[in-house]
């Protein structure tokens, strides 16, 4: 009886349930139903054909995810900026965001491509999406359209964006600058060094014998700690004494390979010698960035290479456990051969792309138009005059106001380095960029050219190739002599090709 | 009593098995010490790798900020969401198919079973299943996540032979007593099937919970992410973020401790939970021991 009178009990509870979810499924409906009319309402072909849109016309745009969190009620369709984009341009602008999962951002723009379910403009940096796309065909030819409906954009292409964003003649993507031109400094402990008795370092020489003065003053300090477990970009402040530490740069118009530089012998002899005294950290080649930025905090590394944007933390935290600590990028030295400087990133970075899919290639264009000026790039990065931001001695001042809207995303639109460097100025990391921004001197010709089928190909088999003979030469595991052995590896896999096709793109020949 | 029972070589087992065991236990936990540690940590110490078991200069502001997120409330009540619906829609309709194909009165039951065992073996693949999705409206919306795995074949196929084993005789005397199909199957079937159901009822949730690549393909409205999503966000490192279109985000990379924090927040819930429904499963399976 009891039980007969549970298991009742347990089918209402059941039927209760499924009426909620029959509810709940319901709602789920009508949400739905809008969602259908809202796609509908895109597809319409009515509004598309016109020249100068009496309805506002729906634009899809997908971009990289950079954004910080939006305040609460606001999202990324739904706040002060993009509502003021949309009335000063007269487009229904609709932004879509990618994964930040970079995998998972990927398949899904493979996905949205291939569905046909396309974006109106996708704004990436990315050089791998765009040479994959032009050479799979999936985008809008532009010159026509600039030409006719893009005077505003016109403008603002130099000579060098035009020809990396074409393709057979044609242009494939618009494209911008982006403020980020510096990457990587020389990152050492002032306060150390000075108690070692280093004064300047200018010369390889002194470079050499300020890291035996850090070891000879204190042994348990790594004079130089690096992070190889991730690549060789953290010996870059010793390598940039022989030679440009990017792959392929230019000299005298001829595109060269730096691993096969003479000097890059000499930088291996010179960096394994380092390696085997000891002053470059020897827990180096399992260490990854983590392990390096925990040796810098904690005080037991006194000098490495890194990214401006690590040192805020690093030196923050530093100051916080070591005070009296005093971390600085400093001038790089000079190479015996006079070599020096770091790599440096083109500031044309960006992509506009309108995917051949698109029903609105031509309004797309337009919107780009209406937003290359300096009103709306301006008001993008700071702000409503007045409410976000005020305008003091040529300079922009921000209120209090501006924390709002400090979303970011809609930056990745057109913009300038001035611009860029305004903003970075006021979150306070102005100096630590300045700092690099000085050295930095070496382009990667890879970013310079149009996209090339066999060096996207080919180019991270040659790194990885590169890596390890290196890493494994540095630290004694292999010979220098190998080193002739890694040339041979180097042809084998093509790598001669490879340069030729650089040098061809590059002189467009 | 029981050490009697054993032999010297037994006990020298039984604490060589204890010891084993244990420190797998302690490997394990190690790393969520570890994390839950951080979480109450300043980025100084944390940063510096001074932290290990135990929390550094104790603060609770990584929680202040995670707990005051939006995206966090919004991402967490999301996965409460499709969890909850999804596992009672998915257990109920996973009931009723098995059920039905167990019962050998069903005509064309091997050829419905052949459809489902089929789409085990062979899936459409990504972009047209992305196609249907899109098609029946189901973009940016939560049931893009619920929907499409509503009755999994293998969950399926445990439940069809759980019910092939309760004999039809059982059936047959209540269909005498005046009991229709709906009333056999939700007071007989369904009480004699509790363990089965508390199983594939875990499998569900957790599979619901864990939403993550569906979600980044069908969900653009930041609003309806589930909470993976969020929290892979969270736990991105500086060298995946540089990939992204500026430098300025990853100086804006997520403290350490927030990081932390989130972790455990996302998870706290469900560590909760979690001993109360393993009371309720074991209770379960009792019942339908006896029972059967």
Known sequence: MGMNRKTKKAGIVLLVLLLAVGVLAACGNTNNAGNGKGAGATAD????????PKEKVTLRILGENNVEEFPAGTDVNNNVII??????TGYDIQWELLPKDPEVARQKLNVLMASGDTPDLIIMNDKAVFGNFVQQGLLTPLNDLLESDGPDIKGTLSEDQWKSASFDDQIFAVRTVNFSSAINGLLARKDLLAAAGVGEIKTQEEFYQALKALKAKDPSIIPYAANLAQGLTSLDAIASMFYPPVDYVQQDGKVVYTPLLPAAKEFLAFANKLYAEGLIDPEA?????????????????????LGWYEEPSISKALAEKKPGAEMVFMAPPVGDNGAA?????????????????????????QFLNSVANDEIINM?????????????????????????????????????VELGLQRLEQKGFAPYFEAVDKTAKYENVVNLVPPVELVDKTNQELIDLRNEYFLKIITGALPLSAYDEYVAKFKQLGGEAVIEALNAAYNGT | MNTKLQSKGETAFSITNYILLLLVILICLIPVVNLVAKSFSDEASILAGDVFLWPINFNVDAYDVVLNSQRFLVSFQNSIIITVTGTILNVLLTIFTGYALSRSRLRGAKAIMMLYVFTMLFSAGIIPTYLIIKELGLLNSLWALILPSLVSPFNMIIVRLYFYGIPDSLEESAKMDGAGNLRILFQIMIPLAYPVIATIALFCAVEYWNSYFDALMY??????????????EMLMSVSDATSNIDMLSSADVPQEAIRGATVVA???????????????FVKGMVLGAVKG
């Open chain 1, 45 to 52: 072909p009515t509004t598309a054909a016109t020249d100068a």
């Open chain 2, 266 to 280: 996302a998870t706290l819930p469900i560590v909760i939970v979690y001993p109360f429904l393993q009371r309720f």
């Open chain 2, 219 to 232: 969900i653009n409205d930041s609003g309806r992410l589930p909470l993976q999503v969020f929290l892979r």
């Open chain 1, 380 to 416: 993008i990065s700071f702000g409503i005059n007045g409410t976000h931001y005020e305008t003091k001695d040529g300079k922009i001042a921000a209120l209090p106001e501006q924390e709002n809207i400090r979303y970011r995303v809609y930056y990745n639109m057109f913009d300038t």
């Open chain 1, 285 to 305: 080649i399992v260490s990854k960035s983590e392990n390096l930025k925990e040796k810098l905090v904690s005080g037991q590394a006194a000098m490495s290479t």
């Open chain 1, 83 to 88: 509502n003021e984009l949309r009335e000063r």
């Open chain 1, 341 to 365: 400087g770091f790599s440096r990133n083109s500031t044309t970075a960006k992509y506009f792309m309108i995917p051949k899919a698109s029903k609105h290639a031509r309004e797309a264009v």
